[in-house]
């Protein structure tokens, strides 16, 4: 079966622009989760979806953030405007089963740079 | 509420000999508790995972670890290294408190790089 796939792989924009994350989830998934991980720091939870509706989005750090999963299939995850602060790697991940059993399937992740 | 520390940031090992990743948790419920790994340009791969069934777990690739709740410590190990094992590795453990059950996200601990010399 086909894994995740997120795009692009890197993204390197100026501070101020927009930039959208897409992730793919494993077809059938109907739980899609984004993680993010900031140089040196761990990776952190930012949101899950249930199909289309967002179970919890706790660790969105502020408003700048968006999060979409129109039709329960793909996601995006939109910046805007992009700052300094939120270079890292942006983690997409899918699984049939709840959270927390550890069942996840890792996308490759989308590194971001913000200049 | 619920933390992972990887005690080591970087491991090196010859090829051959072997492996020890450091992990210890902090929990006030009974933990679910994993070890991912992610080697270069690659996704966040499941290597092994805890659920309160045997202490000894062990995972994919010759790796196990063992849960000692005394300790607290949810230690990595491969008796011995391949090349290929060279990567980053993840101890995670599930944030239960706010959901109970089995539900909860996942806290990731900082990460230990492990390379391998030939």
């Known amino acids: 079966e086909a894994g995740v796939t997120q795009f692009p792989s890197h993204s390197v924009i100026e501070k101020g622009q927009t930039v959208t994350l897409r992730c793919d989830p494993i077809?059938?998934?109907?739980?899609l989760y984004w993680y993010r991980r900031v140089m040196g720091k761990e990776i952190k939870f930012l949101l899950h979806?249930?199909?289309?509706?967002?179970?919890?989005e706790s660790g969105m750090p502020n408003n700048r953030f968006l999060a979409e999963r129109t039709g329960g299939t793909y996601s995006t995850l939109k910046v805007q405007p992009a700052e300094l602060e939120d270079s890292g790697v942006y983690f997409c991940?899918?699984?049939?089963?709840?959270?927390?059993?550890?069942?996840?399937?890792f996308g490759s992740g989308t590194r971001l740079t913000v200049v | 509420a619920q933390s992972v520390t990887q005690l080591d940031s970087h491991v090196s090992v010859s090829e051959g000999t072997p492996v020890l990743l450091r992990c210890n948790y902090s929990s006030s419920y009974s933990p679910s508790l994993f070890w991912y790994v992610q080697h270069p340009n690659k996704g966040l791969q499941l290597l092994l995972k805890y659920t309160s069934a045997a202490t000894l777990v062990k995972g994919i690739n010759g790796f196990e670890a063992e849960f000692k709740k005394s300790e607290t410590s949810f230690h990595l190990t491969k008796p011995s290294a391949h090349m290929s094992d060279a990567a980053e590795y993840f101890c995670?453990?599930?944030?239960?408190?706010?959901?109970?059950?089995?539900?909860?996200?996942?806290?990731f601990g900082k990460g230990t790089k492990l390379s391998v010399k030939p």
């Open positions: 995670v453990v599930s944030d239960q408190a706010n959901y109970g059950g089995s539900q909860g996200n996942l806290i």
């Open positions: 979806f249930v199909k289309e509706s967002k179970q919890d």
């Open positions: 991940a899918s699984s049939q089963r709840d959270r927390g059993s550890g069942g996840y399937t």
């Open positions: 077809s059938g998934h109907d739980n």
